[in-house]
C-alpha cells in the first residue's frame, strides 16, 4: 500500500446501483486453456444476459493486452501482474453494478485466488471451461498451439508451462457440449444465486 493514498468511499454505494438496476454485481471469472472456447461462451452469455435486460460488461485476455496490460509479456510474473490487474478493474466494475464477464487462461489457482479474496464474499464465481487440450489443439483459432509445438512461442501454457485447474469451480463446464447448454448453464447458476 503506498503512503498518503486513501480509500475514497463514494455517496453512492453498489448496493444502491444493484437496485438501480434491478440485479445484483458479481464477477463470472471463466479459466481454461487457449481455446477451450472460454471468449466464445463469455461472448454469448453477455448475449444472453444483455436481452434479459441485464447489466453487463465483458472483459477478455486479448482485449486487454491491448491497452490495460500491453506493457507485460508472458512471463510468470507478467501474468500475474495481468491478472491482478484485470482482477481490480473487475472489482471496479462489478462495484459499479455490473455483471462482469472475464475470459482468461489465468493459469495459477494463487492469482484466481487472490483475485476471489480482494471481492467481497459470493462475489466471484469461478467457472472452469474443461476442454481437452487434443480438442483445444483441433480448434487452435488462434494457430497458436501449432507456433508453440514448433518452438516458436516459448512458455505456453498446456504445452511448456502448466495449467492449475480449478479444485473446487464454482461452475464446472464440459467444453465438449454445445454452446446454448453451456450459456444456459451459467444463465441458471446465475438464477440459482439470486444475481437475477
Not at 480509500?7 to 446501483?17: D, F, K, L, P, V
Not at 483475485?115 to 497458436?144: H, M, N, Q, W, Y
Request: proline letters at 5%; one cysteine or more; charged letters at 25%.
Amino acid at each position: 500500500m503506498q503512503q498518503n493514498v486513501v480509500w475514497h468511499s463514494h455517496a453512492i454505494t453498489r448496493t444502491e446501483r444493484e437496485v438501480a438496476n434491478q440485479h445484483c454485481a458479481v464477477v463470472v471469472w471463466l479459466t481454461g486453456l487457449s481455446g477451450s472456447g472460454k471468449s466464445t461462451i463469455a461472448g454469448a452469455l453477455e448475449q444472453a444476459l444483455h436481452h434479459r435486460g441485464v447489466h453487463t460488461y465483458l472483459l477478455d485476455g486479448d482485449n486487454v493486452r491491448h491497452g490495460l496490460c500491453q506493457d507485460l509479456g508472458f512471463s510468470d510474473g507478467d501474468r500475474r501482474e495481468n491478472i491482478r490487474r484485470v482482477g481490480e478493474v473487475a472489482g471496479l466494475m462489478m462495484d459499479a453494478g455490473l455483471v462482469v464477464i472475464t475470459a482468461f487462461i489465468s493459469p495459477y489457482r494463487h492469482d484466481r485466488e487472490s483475485v476471489a479474496l480482494r471481492l467481497p464474499p459470493g462475489s466471484f464465481i469461478e467457472v472452469f471451461v474443461d476442454t481437452p487440450i487434443e480438442i483445444c489443439e483441433r480448434r487452435d483459432p488462434k494457430g497458436l498451439y501449432k507456433k508453440a509445438r514448433r518452438g516458436e512461442i516459448k512458455q505456453f501454457t498446456g504445452i511448456d508451462l502448466p495449467y492449475e485447474q480449478p479444485l473446487n469451480p464454482d461452475v464446472h463446464l464440459d467444453g465438449k457440449l454445445p454452446l446454448e447448454q453451456l450459456v444456459d448453464r451459467l444463465v441458471g447458476e446465475l438464477h440459482q444465486r439470486a444475481i437475477i
